[in-house]
């Protein structure tokens, strides 16, 4: 099974900053990488597919990168609506999830 | 309105059995792979099971032999059955639906609001 370990568990930010989020791989998979956005009460949302292709819909302030084991999530000037728990997912052997980032307002 | 509508989620006890529903509109149903996805309590993502457009249907190991996935086309609906039911498989379970066809699709792009499932006695 693939492993996804994402880092950190949870980061405090203000409107206005940019966050990174880290999302490692137990083996390589390519660039078969999805991040969803997941509010309180709410399903995950598609941000970015193929680790850096936005979703349609989604702000450019969301942008990926990576390819093999290591991943990045890039939130640019952070807005309200952007707190929320981040998870990337593998899907290049079955599916897989990290355990999530929690995005707190610092 | 392009969505998918989860229900049949509830109270049962351990060893008990449970019956998920998911209702899809808005898109062709027929020709979309599609996933049950769960999240225990304050808990992350776990996918649990897949069932292709022509029924080829997988698991996640903390499921297999106990949970089946189905679905009818022609109602446009995804089923779960639950059997042996364990305090663990108390969740939110999500359908969610598979974006494409090739390797590179196989992403999650729709998902449903979850139903509960809460196994206690």
């Known amino acids: 099974d693939i492993r996804m370990t994402q880092s950190p568990s949870t980061l405090s930010a203000s409107v206005g900053d940019t966050v990174t989020v880290t999302c490692r791989a137990s083996?390589?998979?390519?660039?078969?990488l999805a991040w969803y956005q997941q509010k309180p009460g709410k399903a995950p949302n598609l941000l970015i597919y193929?680790?850096?292709t936005l979703e349609s819909g989604v702000p450019s302030r969301f942008s990926g990168t990576g390819s093999g084991t290591e991943f990045t999530l890039t939130i640019s000037t952070l807005q309200p609506d952007d707190f929320a728990t981040y998870y990337c997912?593998?899907?290049?052997?079955?599916?897989?999830f990290g355990q999530g980032t929690k995005v707190e307002n610092k | 309105e392009v969505q998918l509508v989860e229900s049949g989620g509830g109270l049962v006890q351990p060893g008990g059995s449970l019956r998920l529903s998911c209702a899809a509109s808005?898109?062709?149903?027929?020709?979309?792979?599609m996933n049950w996805v769960r999240q225990a309590p304050g808990r992350g993502l776990e996918w649990i099971s897949y069932?292709?457009?022509?029924?080829?249907?997988l698991y996640s190991d903390s499921v297999k032999g106990r949970f089946t996935i189905s679905r009818d086309n022609a109602r446009n609906s995804l089923f779960l059955q639950m059997n042996s039911l364990r305090a663990e498989d108390t969740a939110l379970y999500y359908c969610?639906?598979?974006?494409?066809?090739?390797?590179?699709?196989?992403?999650?792009?729709?998902w449903g609001r979850g139903t509960l499932v809460t196994v206690s006695s």
């Open positions: 969610a639906r598979r974006y494409g066809d090739s390797n590179s699709g196989r992403y999650f792009d729709l």
């Open positions: 808005g898109f062709s149903f027929s020709t979309y792979r």
């Open positions: 083996q390589s998979i390519g660039t078969l």
């Open positions: 193929e680790a850096s």
């Open positions: 069932i292709s457009s022509g029924n080829h249907v």
């Open positions: 997912q593998q899907y290049n052997s079955f599916w897989t």
